[in-house]
């Protein structure tokens, strides 16, 4: 009989749900949990913390999320891969081995920590020698923000968090891992799938995207036949259940709601896809032209036929750099003529701001419940029986930010009529992270693995 | 001479999604019916796209063919208000960009549309 390893997502970003963690390893057989806490603009935000408080920068959720499966992984020998660590994935590792031994499961969960991802301490020696780390979009160099830099980490692939595994790791804490890693990493452990099989290789990584984005591919936010989708309120999340050559089911565990449907995982496919022909990651490049999909049951969708090629001598880093600053306020205008109303109060504030000679680089105006996200293709909001105002600004200079969050509130008593929903405020004025995408050679990248209990 | 034609919206011949990569946005289209997929390869071109979106994206449109899910996977670059962080828009994501691309009415030949079971289009244009 053919192995098959079950690997479980249990978490599409830092903010998904708290439950699906325990409801993964509870809910029915499975191996692996992965859990992919990590986007763009979070690595700042941790690094943030961490220069506040050296022992954060961490997912801190992961540490409530482990506590609440511990028992059932403890019981089961189900492994958990994590890119919970952030900046700081030794911190959140002890963070950990604390809350493990509080639990009273002292000694009984190894715990494997990859680190080396994080190139801020190396950034000014690297660009020394020549690692110009220009902008992928604009082909700036880095040294046109290096003042300003917040964070850099550079996307690193499984073949860590596989050592990791070899030597006995039960949970693996990763800093900036590709979301995809979390579920090749088991695979490439279980099966041995060495660094060339480049087919089953990208098969791992076509699994993993299905998984990175936790109820998405099982009926969350599926656009078909969404009406008749299943009690969502008990959503499963999506399980891959993969055979040593790499060909796969997704499913979910009997008992939940959501839908695991050829539409529900094609519309996971392409989300986020860039040219479908090179998928590119740190293990492979794979081809989702190559990709098939077949239902095979209720609930269980067959994906097969994957091919991928050699990965590229490049990582992808994510430095995060400080931009300026923003604000956005917003009012409501009721019907009659509520979209009118909305237009003429931008009018007057536009104005007002012009006349205090405040300086942005960009204002931009939206009228919610009209036109904000379909823009002239949802015609002119003149029916709209209630509309959102909403204005935002950006720019460098933080006073002129500051004082147009003062020139929203005043409309309402100075402005036009039939308007309210000002009961938040004035908006907060914002610090902006932006992100610069570049790639490093990956032989300057050197990971380490370390297990602890 | 022209063959007549039914109008015929893209609602009803596609699901949808999208998301960000930067200050572009990505918009999956998926046939609803497999024999519905060379209609879209046909009339779903990088003009049409482009003309569609109009002052909503500043930049170019990129198309790719992905026949194996009966999908086309659009790029709309500088859809996104700069994207990211920096983006002031409410959907700075792109989560539903791919949703105003389903408001797209396109002109089938009638025989083509009967044949393949297209549901006319009824709303304005």
Not at chain 1, 101 to 118: F, L, Q, S
Not at chain 1, 315 to 343: C, H, N, Q, T
Not at chain 1, 380 to 400: C, K, L, M, N, T
């Amino acid at each position: 009989m053919t192995r098959t390893i079950r690997v479980a997502s249990g978490q599409g970003f830092w903010g998904d749900s708290l439950d699906a963690p325990r409801q993964q390893v509870d809910g029915g057989p499975i191996d692996y949990l992965m859990l992919d806490y990590l986007a763009e603009v979070t690595m700042s935000i941790l690094q943030k913390q961490k220069e506040r408080d050296p022992a954060m920068g961490y997912a801190r959720d992961f540490i409530g999320a482990i506590e609440s499966v511990l028992p059932g992984i403890v019981e089961r020998g189900v492994k958990v891969i994590a890119n919970a660590g952030g900046v700081n994935p030794v911190a959140c590792a002890h963070a950990l081995l604390a809350a493990i031994a509080r639990a009273g499961h002292a000694g009984k969960v190894k715990i494997g920590v990859v680190t080396g991802d994080d190139l801020l301490p190396r950034l000014d020696e690297l660009l020394a020698a020549g690692h110009a780390m220009k902008n992928m979009d604009t082909g700036a160099p880095l040294s046109t923000v290096r003042s300003r830099v917040l964070s850099a980490n550079a996307y690193i692939g499984s073949t860590p968090i596989v050592q990791a595994l070899q030597q006995g790791a039960q949970i693996v804490v990763t800093g900036r891992s590709t979301d995809t890693a979390l579920t090749m990493a088991p695979l490439r452990h279980e099966f041995g799938w060495g660094a060339d099989a480049w087919n089953q290789l990208a098969a791992g990584i076509v699994a993993g995207h299905i998984l990175e984005c936790g109820a998405q591919s099982s009926g969350g936010n599926c656009l078909h036949d969404w009406r008749s989708i299943p009690d969502l309120a008990n959503v499963g999340y999506p399980i891959a259940e993969v055979q040593s050559d790499g060909t796969f089911v997704i499913t979910k565990h009997p008992n939940t709601g959501g839908r695991v449907s050829v539409p529900s995982v094609s519309e996971q496919l392409v989300y986020e896809m860039g040219d479908p022909h090179s998928y590119i990651t740190p293990d492979v490049v794979a081809d989702f032209t190559s990709i098939r999909v077949a239902a095979d049951g209720e609930n269980r969708v067959r994906v097969h036929g994957i091919t991928g090629g050699p990965a590229t001598p490049f990582l992808k880093v994510s430095i995060a750099y400080r931009a300026g600053f923003k604000a956005v306020g917003s009012l409501v205008y009721s019907w009659p003529d509520a979209m009118e109303k909305a237009e003429h109060a931008n009018r007057i504030l536009r104005e007002r701001l012009h006349r205090l000679g405040l300086r942005f680089d960009q204002v931009l105006s939206e009228f919610v419940g009209a036109n904000a996200t379909h823009g002239h293709l949802a015609g002119d909001g003149r029916a709209a029986p209630e509309v959102q105002f909403r204005i935002g600004v950006r720019g460098e200079d933080r006073a002129s930010v500051e004082r147009f969050t003062r020139e929203i509130a005043p409309l309402v008593l100075n402005g036009p009529p039939s308007v309210t929903g000002f009961a938040g405020g004035r908006p907060k004025v914002e610090e902006v992270i932006a992100y610069w995408p570049a790639l490093i050679d990956k032989r300057v990248v050197t990971t380490q693995v370390e297990v602890l209990s | 001479m022209n063959a007549p034609t039914v109008a015929v919206q893209l609602l009803d011949l596609a699901h949808t999604r999208s998301g960000d990569k930067g200050d572009m946005a990505n918009c999956g289209v998926i046939a609803l019916r497999p024999e519905w997929y060379p209609v879209l390869v046909r009339e779903l071109t990088t003009d049409r796209v482009s003309a569609h979106y109009g002052a909503l994206i500043s930049g170019r449109v990129e198309r790719f063919e992905l026949p194996n899910l009966n999908a086309l996977n659009f790029l709309l670059h500088g859809a996104l208000d700069g994207g990211g962080t920096l983006s002031l828009k409410t959907d700075a994501q792109g989560k539903v960009v791919s949703t105003a691309m389903l408001r797209m009415v396109i002109h089938v030949p009638v025989a083509e549309a009967e044949a393949l079971g297209m549901p006319a289009y009824s709303g304005r244009e």
